[in-house]
């Protein structure tokens, strides 16, 4: 979400998305979905999917989608440097833990459209980290209103209205167009909007009583689907680190930075045409993230 190669969804340093750690939580469970082969040569279906040199571009903007609350994250100092990386008195250091599910009920709250009411232990700060993330790389991010409804829904109060300011800004015109939108954010006739972000798996690398610092791995779909697009739906790997601090009964992002990766070989799937892409993201829904 963030243009060029500068693109930390929470860069501290407003340094490139190769230079940040950016986590949030991620999923229990990995998983692979494979679409059926298009029909004809519409859109970009029906062909294998061309080699990551042939599509850089299309690759920086998928960047440019996902992560540019960087651009908002980066000003706002104080702890994102440091969170994940030093372990300071009265914290504790985590391994890695296993994915697989701990059987432990889903929330059942709900602030809007996002998950809330989270446990306050290890695991409730990585489910909390893992619905921000998916929160934060939807398509609403596009849309003013929502986008403010979803900062003050992961956010610490101290941080969003500064953060909010920062966003408005990142959201131009020149970034809608550059992602396919019109200027004003609205999506083309007859094109679908693709921007989500799908958990892989949580670390936490430090936590005390109230505050705790959960690295999520993702995948992001990103681009638009649809008859006659110009930017197919791509994905992307990154990882993004959230300082999240317990607030109002809840863990809340204070702040946040994002690393690209781990990235896994192209499979050799077939790219599906515009048009299926386009069914399944209306028709396939979220999921509320668990451990």
Not at 89 to 113: D, E, F, I, L
Not at 256 to 268: F, L
Request: charged share 20%; aromatic share 6%.
């Amino acid at each position: 979400m963030s243009v060029g190669n500068d693109h930390g969804y929470g860069s501290d340093s407003g340094s490139g998305r190769t230079d940040d750690g950016y986590s949030t939580i991620g999923g229990t469970r990995q998983t692979r979905t494979r679409f059926p082969d298009g029909e004809g040569g519409d859109g970009y279906g029906g062909s294998r999917r061309p080699a990551r040199s042939s599509r850089s571009l299309i690759m920086v903007v998928g960047v440019v989608v996902l992560l540019i609350a960087a651009i908002a994250f980066a000003n706002l100092g104080g702890g994102g440097d440091d969170g994940g990386a030093s372990g300071g008195s009265g914290g504790s250091k985590a391994g890695a833990a296993p994915t697989a599910a701990t059987g432990t009920k889903p929330v059942t709250g709900k602030n809007g459209t996002i998950a809330s009411g989270f446990a306050h232990d290890e695991q409730g700060a990585q489910s909390a980290a893992t619905n921000y993330a998916v929160a934060l790389g939807s398509a609403d991010m596009f849309n003013a209103a929502a986008r403010r409804g979803i900062l003050q829904a992961t956010h610490d109060p101290a941080v969003v209205d500064r953060l909010q300011a920062d966003m408005d800004k990142a959201y131009s015109a020149s970034l809608f167009t550059n992602v396919g939108l019109n200027e004003d954010g609205s999506t083309p006739s007859g094109l679908t909007f693709v921007s989500r972000t799908v958990p892989v798996g949580t670390k936490v690398t430090k936590q005390t009583g109230d505050t705790a610092t959960v690295e999520v791995w993702c995948t992001g779909l990103v681009g638009m689907a649809g008859q006659g697009s110009t930017k197919p739906v791509t994905e992307t790997w990154f990882t993004i680190t959230e300082n999240l601090k317990w607030v109002g009964n809840d863990w809340k992002i204070e702040s946040s930075n994002q690393a690209e990766g781990p990235t896994p070989v192209s499979g050799d799937n077939r790219a599906s045409t515009a048009d299926d892409i386009a069914g399944a993201v209306e028709q396939y829904g979220g999921f509320t993230y668990a451990r």
